[in-house]
Nanobody
Framework: QVQLVDSGGESVQAGGSLRLSCVASGATNILRSMAWFRQAPGKEREERVA???????????KYDRSVETRFTISQDSARDTLSLQMDGLKPEDSGTYFC??????????????????WGKGTLVTISS
């Protein structure tokens, strides 16, 4: 089993920055990919969309087009902390952000995917 604890969500004004973190514990050696999903206000779980992912085997990253010039996903050298640096925030970035991990490769960006493990989410609110 893998446990994910995500944090860092806050209320900020448009144009600001936030850094989300996700600490992974347990059998993390079985993981191949870790990602961040956004669930917009009022949306259901299956409407979460992948916004960024890192493939730890391939050493590659993927981003949804809506965030690719503003967000940066990274992982520490021990591979137990995943971060999402969010710059130039927009009101449409608002939502609950979930850290997720999978034994397979990164999911398609901009869509929901049944990842193997999920954090409980952290709320990001961007005001205009």
């Amino acid at each position: 089993q893998v446990q994910l604890v995500d944090s860092g969500g806050e209320s900020v004004q448009a144009g600001g920055s936030l850094r989300l973190s996700c600490v992974a514990s347990g059998a993390t050696n079985i993981l191949r990919s870790m990602a961040w999903f956004r669930q917009a206000p009022g949306k259901e779980r299956e409407e979460r969309v992948a916004v960024a992912c890192i493939d730890m085997h391939a050493g590659s990253t993927k981003y949804d087009r809506s965030v690719e010039t503003r967000f940066t996903i990274s992982q520490d050298s021990a591979r137990d902390t995943l971060s999402l640096q969010m710059d130039g925030l927009k009101p449409e970035d608002s939502g609950t952000y979930f850290c997720a991990a999978d034994t397979g490769s990164c999911p398609r960006m901009g869509y929901f995917y049944h990842m193997d493990y999920w954090g409980k989410g952290t709320l990001v609110t961007i005001s205009s």
